[in-house]
């Protein structure tokens, strides 16, 4: 399989970045008619993306093409952010395939499917659409405000829906997300809840549990860090402690009646971690991330996919993107392509999640995989 990027960064959103981008990519690898293309724009194009996609379907002679805008995109040769950009990736054999929708088997990880949305597309019963017998990966287009506009498009074409599915039909690959947190307290078990509220943690109220591991890791009277604090949950102590759980961002605590109002509702029994974002455990966490889906390919990977959340990336670690730094020494001249998004999407404990600040990382081959 042939397959390469290109990234074209300019003064404004024109469709000659998009064409540029794509023809590229394909003197990069060699290929004079890719079978099909994924390209990503930055949000400048976003509430007219359409010349762009024709001019990438023109320099490719290929209808097959998906993506979305983002607020920045990046392939292995550099991120952009602020500035209107494309980034393209083709491929001489590989297609997007519809998603089946399979009666008969149940979900044995075999089959993935990119799923690029956007954030009025998306909700969890759409992500796992009962019998849809495939993990969904991908990430939610978005722009530095999260109001719009937004843009997916697939056969070339923007998406009345909001969202574009595909299997990718001639190569195999491996997904983990890649949390970057640091855990600073011992599971305790939810012992009552109202909604997205959680109201006491091994019964104690939940505000007074959560400041008080915030104040031992933190060693200081500093305010509770709101934006930074993370729930990290499972339904078993012992799926906290292997690093296989849920998140739920914090979105105020209540310190009228010490309770705490979260993204999710979580369930009486759930067994709940406190976290904190932190870029040394981030950095750790993504190169095991990419170690551990390298050993589940028989063989080298050909290309990589990377959805990255708006509020990691250069954001997170202070200008540089050591996420893509990182896997870039770890696999140098793997083509990249993705995207900062406003969510990433992948499956956790056997479901298809929405995550905040992680990085979702795909290796592919054509070759089968193991899973270990």
């Not at 540029?20 to 890719?34: F, G, L, T």
């Not at 997300?177 to 009552?192: D, Y």
């Not at 999710?264 to 190169?287: E, H, M, N, T, Y």
């Amino acid at each position: 399989m042939k397959v390469a990027t290109g990234l074209v960064v300019g003064k404004k959103p024109t469709p000659e970045l998009a064409a540029k981008a794509v023809e590229s990519a394909m003197a990069k690898a060699n290929i004079h008619a890719p079978s099909s293309v994924l390209l990503f724009l930055t949000s400048e194009f976003a509430a007219d993306p359409h010349s762009a996609i024709v001019a990438a379907a023109k320099a490719a002679s290929c209808t097959q093409i998906i993506g979305c805008s983002a607020s920045g995109i990046f392939t292995e040769e550099d991120w952009v952010l602020d500035s209107p950009a494309a980034a393209a990736m083709v491929f001489s054999d590989l297609n997007f395939n519809h998603p089946n929708v399979d009666h008969s088997t149940e979900n044995n990880g075999e089959n993935l499917l990119l799923t690029l949305a956007a954030p009025n597309a998306i909700n969890t019963t759409w992500l796992n659409t009962p019998n849809l017998n495939a993990f969904r990966f991908g990430g939610v287009s978005g722009d530095a405000t999260g109001h719009g506009p937004f843009s997916v498009w697939q056969n070339g074409k923007g998406t009345t829906q909001g969202y574009c599915e595909v299997s990718l039909h001639n190569a195999s690959g491996a997904i983990a997300a890649s949390h970057g947190l640091k855990i600073i307290s011992a599971p305790r078990r939810i012992t009552e809840v109202k909604s997205n509220d959680v109201l006491s943690i091994a019964n104690l109220p939940a505000f007074a549990t959560l400041n008080a591991a915030w104040q031992k890791h933190n060693n200081a009277a500093e305010h509770f860090p709101y934006h930074q604090l993370m729930a990290v949950y499972a339904s078993k102590a012992s799926a906290l402690e292997r690093g296989e759980y849920n998140l739920a961002s914090l979105i105020i605590a209540n310190e009228d009646n010490q309770s705490v109002t979260l993204t999710k509702p979580l369930q009486v029994g759930d067994w709940l971690s406190s976290a904190i974002r932190d870029i040394d455990s981030a950095q750790v966490d993504i190169v095991k991330t990419a170690n551990t889906l390298k050993r589940q390919l028989v063989d080298e990977p050909e290309f990589a996919l990377l959805f990255s959340c708006l509020g990691r990336g250069p954001y997170f670690y202070n200008g540089v993107d050591q996420d893509l730094a990182l896997i870039k020494t770890l696999f140098p001249n793997l083509p990249i392509i993705g995207f900062y998004g406003n969510g990433e999407i992948a499956p956790i404990n056997g479901m298809n999640e929405l995550l905040q600040y992680s990085a979702v990382l795909g290796l592919f081959t054509k070759s089968k995989i193991t899973y270990l």
